[in-house]
């Protein structure tokens, strides 16, 4: 029955089906759900896939195979995603593939230094889910988070860098002169320098009903989940640029987004919020907290706590995104290299650690600026050093320098 695309069967609650939908998000793999509790013809098609068994999620695929209530491994190839390096020793190997882990690669693959680059979801990162980057230099009219990143992995294969994807790096250390990375597979692969720009990920409220409806009513990617909340009402918490930027991509989707902010203003860029304000289906709540998400089953209902007067009230949303801030993706790393009291990669004045041969970048190095540019120029500043580095303990490319004549 497949007519091109992803069809997923399953329930709003359903476990798999939460950690499918995520992983097809997170990989920006369009794909059509269907909810067999509010269509009974679905649960049919379900009985028939499964011999009566009624297992979720069923997934249909476009080549016309169908899995049932896949791990993320199977998924990864079926999907014909490359897993798995080609070889076990690297010159650098780069774990992250955002913007600043893909920038390095394109740096390093340029100038001939063997390049693996391991990225546990999809490439891009944080943009790669941005509707659209208007602040990145060269792109006047901006360009699509989605097409920004198709560039430059484009670049990257283009100067010969590997690149595999849902490969997790799960601890990195140091063999004399050669650096090691286990990944979840248990594949271990030995370089000679690593760079880590895993970035970092959006925090979480941690209030009471929240992980109760992760997937199933409360999201942290707008253009991911969107378009399940047409004509309906959803709530945005937070008031920065990626808060605003939500709620005003929802608004294609959304009768009215509800905008709830801690603070009596907004954070958000002073051209950002004009161009909130101008859109009459966003609602600003200020001063304002989460206090609980509570549901049947589904998210139905939302406990505000004015932090002024102290008044709680209930307000009943059928969707809600969080942007309240970033939490690096570090805690594998607790032991090894050193970080600082929130969590973030500690670096030098060259981006090394503290364990030689080991540099970071972008968002998930202390002292970072956490916008696309800079995280950019991170990942070219990190590679050059690396470069240097790589140099002393083996045999690299050195870039020509071609005499200017004079004229």
């Known amino acids: 029955m497949s007519d091109g695309h992803v069809r997923m069967y399953g ?36 009985e028939e ?17 169908v899995l049932i209530d896949p791990s993320n491994t199977e998924l990864a190839e079926k999907l014909e995603l490359k897993t798995r390096p080609e070889c076990l020793f690297y010159d650098l190997v780069i774990i992250g593939g955002g913007p600043a882990g893909l920038t390095a690669a394109i740096y390093t693959a340029r100038e001939g230094i063997e390049t693996l680059l391991v990225e546990k979801s999809s490439f891009g990162g944080q943009p790669g889910s941005t509707e659209r980057i208007d602040n990145f230099p060269g792109f006047p009219e901006g360009i699509g988070g989605a097409d920004f990143v198709e560039r430059l992995v484009e670049q990257c294969r283009r100067y010969g860098a590997e690149l595999v994807s849902a490969t997790e790096a799960v601890a990195i250390g140091a063999d004399g002169n050669e ?10 692969v030995r370089c000679w320098a690593v760079l880590i720009a ?9 209030v009471p009903g929240e992980e109760q409806f992760l997937g199933s009513g409360i999201h942290f990617c707008a253009t991911c989940d969107g378009p399940f909340y ?33 603070g009596s203003d907004l954070s958000a860029s002073k051209i950002v919020q004009e ?16 206090d609980e998400f509570r549901g049947d089953g589904r998210l139905n209902t939302v406990v505000l706590h004015n932090v002024k007067t102290g008044h709680r009230r209930e307000i009943h949303p059928d969707g ?6 970033l939490q690096p993706n570090t805690d594998w790393l607790k032991g090894t290299i050193e970080l600082d009291e929130a969590g973030f990669i500690v670096t030098s004045q060259i981006m090394q650690t503290n364990l030689p041969g080991v540099f970071a970048a972008g ?7 956490k916008q696309l540019v800079s995280a950019a120029g991170e990942g070219a500043t990190a590679a050059l050093m690396a470069r240097q580095y790589l140099q002393q303990v083996k045999v690299v490319p050195v870039p020509e320098v071609v005499p200017v004549p004079v004229v």
């Open 11 to 46: 329930t709003t609650w359903c476990i798999g089906c939460k950690r499918a939908r995520k992983f097809f998000g997170e990989r920006r793999v369009p794909y059509e759900f269907i909810d067999v509790e509010a269509d009974p013809e679905a649960l049919h098609v379900v």
């Open 49 to 65: 896939a499964t011999h009566g068994r009624r297992t979720i999620p069923t997934i249909f695929l476009p080549d016309g195979s």
């Open 179 to 188: 650096r090691w990375v286990k990944l979840a597979s248990g594949t271990e």
């Open 198 to 206: 895993v970035g970092s990920l959006y925090r979480h409220l941690g």
């Open 230 to 262: 047409r004509g309906k009402e959803v709530l945005v918490v937070g008031g920065g640029n990626t808060a605003v930027q939500a709620a005003i991509f929802l608004t294609k989707f959304a009768s009215r987004v509800l905008l709830v902010t801690h």
């Open 275 to 290: 161009a909130a304000f101008r859109l009459p289906k966003i609602e600003v709540i200020y001063d304002n907290d989460i």
């Open 320 to 325: 809600a995104f969080v942007f309240i801030g």
């Open 363 to 369: 968002d998930v190095r202390s002292g970072s600026t």
